[in-house]
């Protein structure tokens, strides 16, 4: 902003922010309207959004607590954040949930997690659009409003929508990563959406406190190089936190758990970027939101025009031709289905094949420490013995099987991420092509955004160790008094020993049925998902073209006023783009 102050350049934004207006008020759509009046209302607030992005599970609520001061967001696995929160700032705590219809409810800071919780508001069955929270904190700039938004890649694929669609409305990001595990495909392609209309980005990895130094300088290596390669920028900056500590420790006012917590760094770095940089900022991410809309608005404008003048017989023809093609891509659907149900199997095969090397390790492990345990024990009474021995038992097998399942949940985690990128780009090409074919027939241009999931779905797994004495089985522990000592403890080492099998099997039999489970429950997501996105781009074109032949049908010279009339909003378009271009260039440098 060298040759324009920030008072001319807010006069700018004003004006183009109006005549933005004035050309949705001439487009037939609902859908452009409505962005139109949400870029609106943002920019006339002169609010600047701090938007908190990242997978599920990683932290992000808890990070804006630390920010705001206060436990104020549900955290936690089961709350999983649903809606758009944003937070501004107010001298006094107040909270509205603003609903799809445009009503209006204030309640309690208690009662948030009715409303933006998957656990309060399943798939957001009570139609919340966003929730607005006023809290006195003094983190920030009073102007920044902070959003926190739904975790992208968890089995709610609604949030996953929510959260794309608030992306372009960002002036800047914190991105929140976790070392468990570091970034991961579905980041990786969220970050690229973030960064093509993002300038601002932080890059917060959470929950250090799990990993070890050397362990945690690796990570931060390899993520600096997979942020390089995504946003092609030379330097980045990455903070390491844990959140979790460093709320604890703003709560607690405990100045040694706030330094464990390693945020005063980023801390410092955004403090500084809202004193010094967000102007800047804020002015040129209005602009591009300003843009984009425009762009939007000319590629629907200029798929009618295409549309209207094209003859009646030679759509007709093409309509039929574009029907016969849909029939393929739905069979050609059918089939990468059905070869993702084949890799996903091979998976758990692998798995399979794993666990029977792995058992005989932990068996032999396990073994090993009950034998070593049990002269510490042995002098006991015989029933004391086996209950220490079995609480001892019960103590390892959860403590081995912990370590064994996140080991395991890691590794099926990255090979059906992996298998799920490959079958999303599948799907992608699929959808590529449905656009290339109505490109070719008809000569319109259709946008969607492209699907990507992570694991989803919440383990439900718990340990089952040991047996109930039946009715009809007698306990050898009771057998036992009849025995001399040395051979009463033999039985008595035996039968724990023996359990140690049957404890390994199950306890791996159900690992493998909740991988199964959450596995299948994800490929239902994923198809699910697949299946809303061919549609969507299939319903669009269906509607172009009802529509058109719907007015190819009136009269020739009502038509020719409705083409004449869109060709001057287009080229009302292209000159304010022009111009708000020409503007962004002079304020970045």
Known sequence: ?????????????????????????????????????????????????????????????????????????????LPLTSTITKIYYSPEVKVDVIFKNGMKKEILSQDLYLYCTEKGNPENQKGVDTIEIGYPFDFLNKDVVIVDTPGIGSVYQHNTDVTYEFVDRADAVIFVLSVDPPITEVEKKFLQRISESVDKIFFVINKCDLTGK??????????????????????????????????????????DILKKSDIKVFEEHLRKFLQEEKEKVQILSNLKSLDNFLEVCRTFLENEIKLKIMPLSQLEENIERFDKF???????????????????NDILTVFDDKMEGTKKELITSITKKIKNYYPSVAKLKRKKQKEYLEKYLEEIIVQE????????????????????SRYCAKINDLI?????????????????????????AKSKFTYKIGYEVGALEIDPVYFSYLLPGKLAQRIILKRVLDR??????????????????RMEESFEAFKSDMEDRVSQVCSLISELLSNTMEDLRKNKSELEIKIAFNQEVLSEIKKIKKEIIEIISEAAE
């Open 432 to 456: 590529k092509s449905i656009k290339d074919t109505a490109k070719d027939l008809f000569s319109i241009e259709i946008g969607y955004y492209e699907g990507m999931q992570g694991f989803v």
């Open 500 to 517: 140690i099998e049957i404890d390994a099997d199950r306890n791996i039999g159900r690992i493998r049925y909740d991988l199964l489970r």
């Open 1 to 77: 902003m060298r040759n324009m102050t920030y008072d001319v350049m807010q006069e700018n934004i004003k004006k183009y922010t109006s005549r933005v207006k004035e050309i949705s008020d001439k487009i037939d759509s609902e859908s452009i309207k409505k962005l139109a009046k949400s870029i609106e209302e943002k920019i006339e607030k002169d609010a600047f959004y701090l938007v908190v992005l990242g997978q599920f599970k990683r932290g992000k609520s808890t990070l804006i607590n630390y920010m705001l001061g206060t436990d104020l967001l549900p955290t936690g696995v």
């Open 214 to 255: 050397n362990e945690l300088e690796e990570i931060i290596r390899f993520t600096i190089n997979v942020i390089k390669d995504i946003t092609k920028k030379a330097s980045i900056n990455i903070f390491p936190v844990s959140a979790k500590m460093a709320l604890e420790g703003r709560l607690s006012n405990s100045k």
């Open 401 to 420: 099987f912990e370590f064994l399942k996140k080991e395991v949940e890691r590794y099926v985690e990255e090979k059906y991420s992996a298998l799920l």
């Open 326 to 344: 849909l029939k393929k891509i739905n069979q050609s659907k059918l089939e990468i289905y059905k070869l993702f149900k084949v890799e996903m």
